[in-house]
């Protein structure tokens, strides 16, 4: 969007605004116009999402080429979880050797008032973007650690030779426990990658030494949720982990999957009778962890 010209004052807060609110207008008026705005909403929230979502760092993303299935081979001596297609159960596959993953829809559909629009002092179409943004997210990390929690639940129940992967801990959390919980993991031949928490649980954390704690402090890695590293793994914290419980998980290529068949996508879906702008905004992916040996569970009691 060009701006007015710096000539006579127009480079003034005002004046900007006022040009952006017609610009707008003008849009809104005409179909091509409202599909503009549209696609400008798509890209920042495509690019955006990588920085803020924390579910997507345990697993391996795989875009699916058009007509192509999510289909995927296993270890027949490993039960794999993937989320079932109401988008909401878990499912576990056991015996057969390819595990065909359903493709789930997380869509939300903000409405605006169009007299909202200029009536507002603020940018309403930015902030319809985040409130979508965030609701997309929020939907999709939920199921992934839904998955991640029924994974350790049940997924050593089919393995043989193998105990749960449940250490009970007494708060706070010790240096010495977390170690353990790593090894769990390590004893099968893999590496802790990343280690999931709630902000209640990571304040033990907090209290570490700089021996066994490295914080981070940049900007760009504080955004989306890593904090620090503890004996080489990443800490995330997130608010959709659940407060007294801590995932170790090793690396994604060998924990889980998220098949992607459709990322982010914008539509219009306006409603002239009650006169509202509105989006559809969506994606239609998968989730499967079809490794359990590489997650360990932290059960916190306070």
Request: aromatic share 8%; hydrophobic share 40%; with cysteine.
């Amino acid at each position: 969007m060009n701006t007015p010209n710096t000539q006579n004052g127009g480079s003034d807060p005002a004046s900007i605004a006022a040009y952006k609110q017609q610009v707008i207008g003008r849009l809104l008026k005409t179909k091509g116009g409202f599909q503009k705005l549209a696609a400008s909403m798509q890209q920042p929230l495509r690019l955006k999402r990588d920085y803020q979502a924390v579910g997507r760092k345990a697993f391996k993303v795989d875009q699916l080429p058009d007509g192509a299935l999510a289909i995927y081979d296993k270890d027949p001596e490993v039960a794999a979880f993937v989320v079932g297609e109401d988008g909401e159960s878990v499912q576990a596959v056991i015996k057969p050797r390819r595990v065909n993953v359903p493709l789930i829809e997380i869509a939300t559909a903000p409405m605006i008032p169009y007299q909202q629009i200029k009536e507002r002092r603020y940018d309403l179409i930015e902030r319809c973007q985040e409130l979508a943004k965030a609701s997309i997210m929020a939907s999709e990390d939920d199921r992934v650690f839904v998955i991640i929690d029924s994974t350790a639940e049940a997924g050593y129940d089919n393995i043989p030779g193998q105990t749960n992967p449940d250490i009970p801990v007494i708060a706070p959390l010790s240096g010495q426990q977390i170690a353990d919980s790593y090894a769990l993991v390590e004893r099968n031949n893999l590496r802790v990658a990343h280690f999931f928490l709630n902000a209640r649980d990571y304040a033990d954390l907090r209290k570490f030494g700089r021996e066994i704690l490295d914080f981070d402090t940049q900007n760009t890695l504080l955004n989306t949720g890593i904090l620090g590293t503890i004996y080489g793994a990443k800490i995330i914290v997130s608010i959709i982990v659940p407060v007294g419980v801590g995932y170790v998980c090793c690396e994604p290529e060998y924990f889980g999957r998220i098949p992607v068949r459709t990322e982010l996508t914008v539509l219009s879906a306006d409603d002239p009778v009650k006169r509202q702008i509105g989006f559809s905004v969506f994606e239609q992916l998968g989730f499967i962890c079809h490794n359990p040996l590489g997650l360990s569970r932290l059960i916190i009691t306070r």
